[in-house]
């Protein structure tokens, strides 16, 4: 099986996720940011992750695939009750998580963004729909102590470093590739439950974090 991602998709790492915690092999391809071509003639629209199956056929949505590799061998992992606050913490900081990230990805040496142009794509894009990211990163300060602060408040909620809930369900699907994608942030502060939880699924899934980023 092949998976097409970009290396910072929080959606592409929930489908990253369940092949790491089931252990099972998957050959990752990073397409770039500007190929618009390759997604549209596998799916019909320019999105990844998108799931090259072992018969061929290809899947894109990232629950999608995380269900279809999760019941795959009849032992589903992801079994977990959910907890509704790790929803609304999740919704809470959507608010303004963007605007700390997009100027970062936008400008770390990553795989989708080898050529000018696609890092052109992206920023372009981007900066359409979510505003100036010099302007974001004039306000970095402001937003490093807000998510700092809503890190204490989800400290709280982590029952153990290898599921959020206790037990792997789909809210460590959801929560963790925001954590992840905040270790490209620097000036974090990491609550000791949150940082663990944080480091220890990098470990478990096999998705490394971009703390070497941080920026």
């Excluded at 959910?82 to 990805?105: C, D, H, M």
């Excluded at 809210?171 to 270790?183: A, F, K, Q």
Aim: charged share 25%; hydrophobic share 40%.
């Amino acid at each position: 099986m092949r998976l097409y991602v970009y290396e910072h998709c929080p959606f592409c790492v929930k489908a990253r996720m369940i092949f790491g915690l089931k252990n099972i092999p998957v050959e990752i391809k990073v397409l770039l940011n500007d190929d618009e071509k390759t997604p549209i003639s596998m799916v019909g629209k320019k999105m990844v992750p998108i799931l090259q199956k072992a018969d061929g056929g290809f899947m894109p949505e990232s629950m999608d695939i995380v269900h279809y590799i999760d019941k795959s061998d009849g032992k589903p992992l992801l079994t977990g009750p959910l907890n509704a606050s790790i929803a609304a913490w999740l919704r809470q900081v959507s608010e303004y998580t963007g605007r700390l990230l997009l100027p970062r990805f936008a400008a770390a040496p990553l795989e989708e963004f080898s050529t000018p142009e696609a890092r052109k794509y992206f920023s372009d894009k981007k900066q359409a729909a979510s505003g100036s990211f010099a302007e974001h990163l004039q306000h970095s300060e402001g937003l490093v102590k807000k998510i700092s602060q809503d890190l204490r408040a989800l400290d709280k909620l982590i029952i153990e470093p290898n599921a959020v809930n206790g037990e792997l369900s789909e809210d460590d699907i959801n929560l963790w590739p925001l954590l992840r994608s905040l270790s490209i942030v620097q000036g974090i502060d990491w609550p000791s439950r949150v940082q663990a939880y944080r480091d220890n699924m990098a470990k478990q899934t096999q998705v490394n974090l971009f703390t070497r980023l941080a920026s």
